[in-house]
């Protein structure tokens, strides 16, 4: 457990520029673009165009991977990092960009977008063994959830297919929101007996077969960042374990976890209207990106 560090150090010179980035991502998404679905007109075509600008402006280039639902063309964004290595397993980084009807989603999941968008630009200068594929999932949310039309499904069940080896995939969902509060964090029954009662940290969550992921992704996280974080590896079938991008890939065999600040466990204004910029704690969430990075970095360089 790290839930008890103390008093947080001062943010560093980079954790601030990282901080003022998120910040702005997510005001835009959440509030000058707003709902972001199928049901909401226009909205697809602004929100992938604002991470493809990002990440062409960051140095990349970004690939639309199209599908069909209901009619309509949607579509999972990507952008790889290219590693020394090409024929090593890649580490994937996926985040969804879509919103619940009725909200603008600045936690859920504008939070995961920018910290993805913020990890495509601060890993672009490194030299990897691994390539890092970082992804834009469209359908995460209802009444797509967890069925075939989710853009996660599609992406994970086209690499299986393509032969393409997956050595972690790291989804980030609803990462913003932080208490010191006691009792601000809930837990499926009988989780609670383990964990702390208060919603200050970030969560590492897998499955049973990604344990191993969750063990050393947290602690690669633990060594570069002082910030409270847990480990949880549980069946699928414990509340919130599958919620996310992460368990499509479990789907199809490959290691999977998901990093977030357990959203509904936690968060008061999860899926409704008030889920707005304003709830989302840009300077803890700047910590939290800056050691992902190192968890990302160091998945890349594994051997």
């Known amino acids: 457990c790290s839930s008890d560090l103390g008093p947080l150090p001062p943010l560093t010179e980079v954790q601030s520029e990282v901080a003022s980035r998120l910040s702005g991502h997510v005001r835009y998404l959440s509030a000058t673009i707003g709902e972001r679905n199928v049901h909401s007109a226009g909205s697809f075509e602004a929100i992938t165009d604002y991470p493809e600008q990002n990440l062409v402006h960051a140095g ?51 939070s995961g977008v920018a910290a993805t968008l913020e990890l495509a630009r601060l890993l672009k200068g490194n030299k990897l063994r691994r390539t890092v594929r970082f992804v834009f999932f469209v359908n995460e949310e209802p009444p797509y959830f967890q069925t075939e039309q989710m853009g996660s499904f599609v992406y994970a069940h086209q690499l299986r297919r393509d032969g393409i080896p997956v050595a972690a995939m790291i989804s980030l969902e609803t990462i913003g929101f932080y208490s010191d509060a006691h009792g601000s964090q809930k837990y499926p029954a009988l989780v609670s007996l383990f964990y702390p009662s208060r919603g200050n940290f970030i969560a590492f969550v897998g499955n049973d077969e990604s344990r191993d992921l969750v063990r050393r992704a947290v602690r690669r996280f633990r060594e570069s960042a002082r910030f409270p974080s847990e480990g949880i590896a549980g069946p699928p079938t414990l509340p919130g374990v599958g919620w996310s991008d992460h368990r499509s890939f479990w789907q199809e065999g490959y290691p999977a976890i998901m990093i977030t600040d357990t959203a509904v466990f936690r968060y008061p204004y999860y899926h409704t209207a008030l889920d707005t910029a304003d709830k989302v704690d840009f300077e803890k969430m700047a910590r939290v990106v800056d050691g992902v990075r190192n968890v990302v970095a160091s998945l890349s360089e594994e051997r």
Do not use: F
């Not at 952008?79 to 985040?95: N, P, T, W």
């Open 60 to 110: 990349y280039t970004v690939t639309e991977q199209p599908y069909r639902v209901e009619g309509q063309v949607v579509a999972n964004l990507e952008a790889q990092l290219l590693g020394s290595e090409k024929s090593e397993a890649a580490v994937v980084v996926g985040s969804h960009y879509d919103s619940v009807v009725g909200t603008v989603g600045a936690n859920d999941n504008a």
